[in-house]
């Protein structure tokens, strides 16, 4: 069973940035099309971004133009950069595939301030 583990989520300011990092215990992202998803409190989980194998991307239209997805050097980890935050974007980030495949992991929650 992959696991998928999420990290860089914090507190930060409305306007300002960071970068989210996903890891799986194997090397599955080559093989698959990943997606970052989210969930507020109270709301469902809905995907913002979604990277193809090959690399090809896109966003939900809350956050496109702020957020960017990448594929790292190794086989085996994902990031989303998200810039210009805003209040609504606070949630819990996870990581899996598109459609998901995999047990959720923890996640990682980020909270913008206003």
């Known amino acids: 069973q992959v696991q998928l583990v999420e990290s860089g989520g914090g507190l930060v300011q409305a306007g300002g940035s960071l970068r989210l990092s996903c890891a799986a215990s194997g090397s599955i992202f080559s093989f698959n099309a990943m997606g970052w998803y989210r969930q507020a409190p109270g709301k469902q989980r809905e995907l913002v971004a979604r990277?193809?194998?090959?690399?090809?991307?896109d966003y939900a239209d809350s956050v496109k133009g702020r957020f960017t997805s990448s594929r790292g050097h190794a086989k085996n980890t994902v990031y989303l950069q998200m810039n210009s935050l805003k209040p609504e974007d606070t949630a819990v980030y996870y990581c899996n595939t598109v459609p998901v495949s995999w047990s959720w992991g923890q996640g990682t929650q980020v909270t913008v301030s206003s």
């Open positions: 990277i193809s194998k090959g690399g090809n991307t």
